[in-house]
């Protein structure tokens, strides 16, 4: 069945640095976009960022341009988040999504996980 497990999530201290990756397995992987969304406490769901099946189009929340990268490896069913410079407001539990499109507004989610940026 689709799977999607996120990982790479932690503690880490403001201007710090993570990396998050998602394993898919069960689907086509190279046929979906790949979004990343985030949830804190207390906040509603952030898209942060989406890349398109094949790589080639990225886009990103104003709140973490400049800061973070997606990515994806087709090869290995794998989508990546680099996190660079991170703040406090960065905390939240991070979720990987499969979507048709990056347009589309419904997708298959992970279990999610958690990230806190805190001295």
């Known amino acids: 069945q689709l799977q999607l497990v996120e990982s790479g999530g932690g503690l880490v201290q403001p201007g710090g640095s993570l990396r998050l990756s998602c394993a898919a397995s069960g689907f086509t992987f190279s046929s979906y976009a790949m979004s990343w969304v985030r949830q804190a406490p207390g906040k509603e769901r952030e898209g942060v960022s989406c890349?398109?099946?094949?790589?080639?189009?990225?886009n990103y929340a104003d709140s973490v341009k400049d800061r973070f990268t997606i990515s994806r490896d087709n090869a290995k069913n794998t989508v990546y988040l680099q996190m660079n410079s991170l703040k406090p407001e960065d905390t939240a539990v991070y979720y990987c999504?499969?979507?048709?499109?990056?347009?589309?507004?419904?997708?298959?989610w992970g279990q999610g996980t958690q990230v806190t940026v805190s001295s």
């Open positions: 890349i398109s099946s094949s790589g080639g189009s990225t």
């Open positions: 999504v499969a979507k048709g499109v990056c347009t589309s507004r419904s997708g298959y």
